[in-house]
T-cell receptor
């Protein structure tokens, strides 16, 4: 496979469920990102991992928990979500060289519906 | 204040015509980058074109070109000879340094519909 892949593509979960979103990049990049895209709102950056270390957390509620075991894989663990968390969750990756972030490439996203 | 402004929520264009999607940005940095992404209904954000703030020439990639007017802080996307497959959401984004970290900030997007 090439590029950035995400699984599952669609997810429906109840507010008491626990689920995980998976992202894998095959581009040899060293940085990965989670974004949330809600209807009629700009893309919101949630988490950034550079060289497997979390470098940014944009005040995301603790019911979202990221995990980056290596530079190719990124997870988003979900628990006790709220209906307003329903959105498209996009993963992206890029190469960071000498502190400069190059073009981000995105996966197809996971459409999440919280009931 | 919005960092990236896309004033056209929706556009309808006849097939084979050229189309310009507007984007203005706000930054005090000297070094920044501007991107355009396409998002079809499938959801994936597809990178189209990039313009660096120090690039003297407008970026071009096939049928896509970026009309970069630095003094006006605008970075409009021009699609020549539009095709039905160009129907999608288009997002303008800016990369800038915020508190020592590089961030990519997106606009609200323009929904482009190509009419046969």
């Amino acid at each position: 496979e090439t590029g950035v892949t995400q699984t599952p593509r669609h997810l429906v979960m109840g507010m008491t469920n626990k689920k995980s979103l998976k992202c894998e990049q095959h581009l040899g990049h060293n940085a990965m990102y989670w974004y949330k895209q809600s209807a009629k709102k700009p893309l919101e950056l949630m988490f950034v991992y550079n060289f497997k270390e979390q470098t940014e957390n944009n005040s995301v509620p603790s019911r979202f928990s990221p995990e980056c075991p290596n530079s190719s894989h990124l997870f988003l663990h979900l628990h006790t979500l709220q209906p307003e968390d329903s959105a498209l969750y996009l993963c992206a990756s890029s190469q960071v060289s000498a502190g400069v972030q190059e073009t981000q490439y995105f996966g197809p996203g996971t459409r999440l519906l919280v009931l | 204040a919005q960092k990236i402004t896309q004033t056209q929520p929706g556009m309808f264009v006849q097939e084979k015509e050229a189309v310009t999607l507007d984007c203005t940005y706000d930054t005090s940095d000297q070094s920044y980058g501007l991107f355009w992404y396409k998002q079809p209904s499938s959801g994936e954000m597809i990178f189209l074109i990039y313009q660096g703030s120090y690039d003297e020439q407008n970026a071009t990639e096939g049928r896509y070109s970026l009309n970069f007017q630095k003094a006006r802080k605008s970075a409009n996307l021009v699609i020549s000879a539009s095709q039905l497959g160009d129907s999608a959401m288009y997002f303008c984004a800016m990369r800038e340094v915020v508190f020592g970290n590089e961030k990519l900030t997106f606009g609200t997007g323009t929904r482009l519909t190509i009419i046969p």
